[in-house]
């Protein structure tokens, strides 16, 4: 079986030398963000995912979660690497200090999401959307709530999940019925929710469920929801568990992939109602939602990154392993490595893992400067940013996250697709990241209706100013010149691209809808493919000073210029898509489908 390691080097690269570590550090709660903390924090979560989670992966996917009644077991020796999880202060690390948490930013916080979730995706879930729930109660609970439930939250004592789907729903919440009715101090909820993650197990005392319903003077429509805060155990004022709520789970989903990940369908109010409590204000629960939202889209889209990334060292290891034919200019049988075609999917695999990678860190540097700096100028305009990648981080990245685990499969030939050796898990669980937290195409309305069109281009003028400039620089020193012509021709498309949707769309009711999901994908591969050109600069300069590890510049530098070479030529088939328009796309009628 081949064994996980995180790729450490290159997450610190990102971290360190693609980011601006030293100013992060400087904002306010992140006094802990040096270079010796990174490296450990780093290894360590290394350290643990190799010996801990990384091995229980098969053993989730063969013995998935199970319902024995009104509860949920989880896969064996899951609780066991949960507690270690959580005494190691790993649950807490990406938490403000004055709510317990570690005061680690994003920028380091993103990478060992990663490699949670290139260790065992179906385990990683369930801090995740913990981490969700913690962000929705410091920003919308009340002094109350977040006394009685954020130190439990945090510590990862008590877990949280997000219940937002219903039956009748799926991802229009508008038509979310889920009841709430006041109660005293508190509300009764009543209803049904379905694919609620990790929605009960038995590795905590208590689980913490974000609830959307409706009260009875509710308007309709998303206006007229709101947010609930509903323990699986009621706590006592003292913070003792009292009696079970009326909540249960009814069944598990059976599943293609995570299957070490409870799918739940959960019902509310059987015997009269939930107890709930309100989370933020009344009828403004879509707000609240898309706190824990927008963190969830981008840990969703780094689960694109580590699941792609554990394809590629299973794929990288059989092709250096498995000995099969000859190879121009090699003598006798030799491993597969040595095929030119077996070449160009390594590759392929690498150089989008690496870009991926790059463009998290890159939208979680937004972030940190977007929620804590004290320049109001710099603050906005890192929001807007962030704004801008949220949906091609989670879009781009899980898309070619299935590429990744697929291509890994066809690197192992015929035993690719038998389960013996592992590759086949890879690519069933990719599979949904896609689609939860909001489809590929979901993500693509919020790329092309909230965020370009909102303010008519402007935050994409910025990006796209950004990326020139490093076409500039790039420029001067003559060296990379396949990366500067493909950036150039990718940035150029991205604005016409951009110009195309906003010209069009007020005389086309369809261009939106039709020109979204390519542009996302051009939005993500230019994106990453400037990430990937900063990176080659970067090496570049490190070379020519002499620095320690020559061989992972020089590296950086090819994977970088493969990148240019053979995937930012893609943009080319997005640009050309986007302005064919919607005529081809919607022309036929339904009948002749």
């Given at each position: 079986?081949?064994?996980?390691?995180?790729?450490?080097?290159?997450?610190?690269?990102?971290?360190?030398?693609?980011?601006?570590?030293?100013?992060?550090?400087?904002?306010?709660?992140?006094?802990?963000?040096?270079?010796?903390?990174?490296?450990?924090?780093?290894?360590?979560?290394?350290?643990?995912?190799?010996?801990?989670?990384?091995?229980?992966?098969?053993?989730?996917?063969?013995?998935?979660?199970?319902?024995?009644?009104?509860?949920?077991?989880?896969?064996?020796?899951?609780?066991?690497?949960?507690?270690?999880?959580?005494?190691?202060?790993?649950?807490?690390?990406?938490?403000?200090?004055?709510?317990?948490?570690?005061?680690?930013?994003?920028?380091?916080?993103?990478?060992?999401?990663?490699?949670?979730?290139?260790?065992?995706?179906?385990?990683?879930?369930?801090?995740?959307?913990?981490?969700?729930?913690?962000?929705?109660?410091?920003?919308?609970?009340?002094?109350?709530?977040?006394?009685?439930?954020?130190?439990?939250?945090?510590?990862?004592?008590?877990?949280?999940?997000?219940?937002?789907?219903?039956?009748?729903?799926?991802?229009?919440?508008?038509?979310?019925?889920?009841?709430?009715?006041?109660?005293?101090?508190?509300?009764?909820?009543?209803?049904?929710?379905?694919?609620?993650?990790?929605?009960?197990?038995?590795?905590?005392?208590?689980?913490?469920?974000?609830?959307?319903?409706?009260?009875?003077?509710?308007?309709?429509?998303?206006?007229?929801?709101?947010?609930?805060?509903?323990?699986k155990f009621l706590v006592g004022a003292d913070g003792t568990l009292g009696e079970r709520n009326d909540m249960r789970p009814v069944s598990l989903e059976h599943k293609i992939g995570i299957h070490g990940s409870p799918t739940c369908v959960m019902s509310f109010g059987d015997n009269g109602g939930a107890v709930g409590y309100l989370v933020g204000e009344k009828h403004n629960g879509m707000s609240c939602m898309f706190t824990m939202m927008n963190l969830a889209r981008l840990h969703v889209g780094i689960e694109g990154v580590g699941i792609a990334e554990r394809a590629y060292q299973r794929a990288a290891r059989y092709a250096k392993e498995r000995v099969?034919?000859?190879?121009?200019?090699?003598?006798?049988?030799?491993?597969?490595?040595?095929?030119?075609?077996?070449?160009?999917?390594?590759?392929?695999?690498?150089?989008?893992?690496?870009?991926?990678?790059?463009?998290?860190?890159?939208?979680?540097?937004?972030?940190?400067?977007?929620?804590?700096?004290?320049?109001?100028?710099?603050?906005?305009?890192?929001?807007?940013?962030?704004?801008?990648?949220?949906?091609?981080?989670?879009?781009?990245?899980?898309?070619?996250?299935?590429?990744?685990?697929?291509?890994?499969?066809?690197?192992?030939?015929?035993?690719?697709?038998?389960?013996?050796?592992?590759?086949?898990?890879?690519?069933?669980?990719?599979?949904?990241?896609?689609?939860?937290?909001?489809?590929?195409?979901?993500?693509?309305?919020?790329?092309?209706?909230?965020?370009?069109?909102?303010?008519?281009?402007?935050?994409?003028?910025?990006?796209?100013?950004?990326?020139?400039?490093?076409?500039?620089?790039?420029?001067?020193?003559?060296?990379?010149?396949?990366?500067?012509?493909?950036?150039?021709?990718?940035?150029?498309?991205?604005?016409?691209?951009?110009?195309?949707?906003?010209?069009?769309?007020?005389?086309?009711?369809?261009?939106?809808?039709?020109?979204?999901?390519?542009?996302?994908?051009?939005?993500?591969?230019?994106?990453?493919?400037?990430?990937?050109?900063?990176?080659?600069?970067?090496?570049?300069?490190?070379?020519?000073?002499?620095?320690?590890?020559?061989?992972?510049?020089?590296?950086?530098?090819?994977?970088?210029?493969?990148?240019?070479?053979?995937?930012?030529?893609?943009?080319?088939?997005?640009?050309?898509?986007?302005?064919?328009?919607?005529?081809?796309?919607?022309?036929?009628?339904?009948?002749?489908?």
């Amino acid at each position: 079986m081949t064994v996980y390691h995180a790729p450490t080097r290159d997450m610190r690269f990102c971290i360190e030398e693609l980011s601006d570590l030293e100013a992060i550090g400087r904002l306010p709660g992140f006094e802990a963000a040096e270079s010796d903390v990174v490296q450990a924090v780093i290894e360590e979560a290394g350290r643990l995912a190799t010996e801990v989670l990384a091995p229980l992966n098969p053993e989730g996917d063969r013995n998935g979660a199970r319902i024995e009644g009104d509860d949920v077991r989880e896969t064996p020796g899951f609780a066991a690497a949960y507690r270690q999880f959580v005494d190691g202060g790993w649950n807490s690390m990406p938490f403000p200090t004055e709510h317990g948490g570690g005061g680690l930013p994003s920028i380091v916080a993103f990478p060992v999401a990663e490699i949670w979730q290139a260790s065992n995706m179906a385990f990683s879930l369930c801090p995740m959307l913990s981490q969700a729930a913690v962000e929705a109660l410091i920003a919308h609970g009340t002094a109350e709530l977040q006394k009685t439930y954020l130190p439990k939250l945090v510590s990862g004592d008590w877990t949280g999940t997000m219940d937002l789907t219903e039956p009748q729903a799926g991802s229009d919440l508008a038509a979310v019925s889920c009841k709430a009715v006041p109660q005293g101090d508190h509300y009764l909820i009543t209803g049904q929710k379905i694919f609620i993650t990790w929605g009960d197990h038995q590795m905590t005392d208590n689980i913490i469920h974000m609830v959307l319903a409706r009260l009875p003077d509710a308007p309709a429509g998303v206006k007229g929801i709101s947010l609930f805060l509903v323990p699986k155990f009621l706590v006592g004022a003292d913070g003792t568990l009292g009696e079970r709520n009326d909540m249960r789970p009814v069944s598990l989903e059976h599943k293609i992939g995570i299957h070490g990940s409870p799918t739940c369908v959960m019902s509310f109010g059987d015997n009269g109602g939930a107890v709930g409590y309100l989370v933020g204000e009344k009828h403004n629960g879509m707000s609240c939602m898309f706190t824990m939202m927008n963190l969830a889209r981008l840990h969703v889209g780094i689960e694109g990154v580590g699941i792609a990334e554990r394809a590629y060292q299973r794929a990288a290891r059989y092709a250096k392993e498995r000995v099969q034919g000859g190879a121009a200019g090699e003598t006798g049988r030799v491993t597969i490595i040595h095929h030119p075609d077996v070449r160009r999917m390594l590759m392929t695999m690498k150089a989008l893992v690496e870009g991926m990678r790059a463009l998290c860190v890159c939208a979680g540097s937004a972030m940190d400067f977007a929620l804590h700096s004290d320049d109001p100028k710099e603050k906005a305009r890192n929001r807007e940013r962030l704004d801008l990648l949220v949906p091609a981080v989670k879009g781009w990245c899980t898309e070619e996250g299935q590429e990744v685990a697929s291509l890994a499969i066809q690197v192992h030939g015929g035993m690719g697709y038998v389960e013996e050796t592992g590759a086949a898990q890879h690519f069933r669980d990719a599979r949904i990241a896609t689609i939860y937290e909001g489809t590929t195409g979901i993500q693509a309305q919020d790329l092309v209706g909230r965020k370009i069109l909102r303010d008519e281009g402007r935050a994409m003028a910025n990006l796209v100013a950004d990326i020139r400039n490093t076409v500039q620089k790039i420029a001067q020193i003559g060296e990379f010149d396949d990366i500067e012509n493909s950036l150039r021709i990718g940035v150029d498309l991205l604005e016409s691209s951009t110009d195309f949707l906003i010209s069009h769309q007020r005389d086309d009711v369809h261009t939106a809808g039709a020109v979204s999901f390519d542009l996302l994908m051009l939005t993500g591969l230019v994106t990453a493919g400037w990430q990937m050109a900063r990176a080659a600069l970067v090496a570049r300069e490190k070379l020519d000073q002499g620095a320690e590890g020559s061989n992972f510049y020089q590296s950086k530098m090819v994977t970088a210029k493969f990148f240019a070479q053979h995937l930012l030529p893609r943009a080319r088939a997005y640009g050309a898509a986007i302005t064919a328009g919607s005529a081809a796309m919607m022309a036929l009628d339904e009948n002749q489908f």
